[in-house]
């Protein structure tokens, strides 16, 4: 009941901390980070914004669908494959990132970060055992936190 009670407090504090991120900058923890990445990597396309934020090509397209609808992004087509497209941030989408509380990437990645890399292997190696007990879904290792925490939290 211990380790239940503590999947609870961190599946809580994700929760609270992108709740709190879309009320403070108007973007979810994913649109954020994908921003902070376009940022970052001036010209990247989506198939390397995927790679970076470790989702599906759909997903990181679906991202940037909704930030060039709130202008957060701008997208060019250069060279001869014009279905290739270079992302760029514009003045609204940095001004969200700077608007950001906390790590950009999320509270997550970011206490998984700083855990000393030993105690980081033997989580690693524990919760493989958690997910093969659980049948856990493959596919779901590639879906932004934020998308598996908005809901109501019922464990």
């Known amino acids: 009941m211990r380790v239940l009670a503590q999947f609870r407090q961190v599946f809580s504090a994700v929760r609270t901390n992108f709740h709190k991120l879309e009320e403070q900058v108007g973007v979810s923890g994913a649109q954020l ?13 989506i198939n390397d914004l995927a790679a970076r934020l470790n989702v599906r090509q759909p997903t990181a397209s679906n991202l940037v669908k909704t930030l060039l609808k709130r202008g957060m992004v701008e997208v060019s087509r250069n060279g001869l494959d014009k279905r290739n497209v270079q992302l760029s941030i514009t003045a609204a989408g940095l001004l969200a990132v ?9 509270v ?13 292997a033997q989580l690693e190696q524990h919760l493989s055992v958690l997910v093969v007990k659980l049948r856990a879904d493959e ?17």
């Open 108 to 120: 997550l990645p970011h206490a998984l970060a700083d855990l000393p890399p030993e105690v980081l």
């Open 33 to 45: 980070w994908a921003l902070s990445v376009i940022r970052d990597q001036v010209g990247l396309g």
């Open 98 to 106: 700077s608007r950001a509380p906390g790590p950009v990437n999320g």
């Open 139 to 155: 596919q779901a290792a590639r879906v932004p936190l934020s998308e598996l925490v908005s809901g109501p939290l019922r464990l």
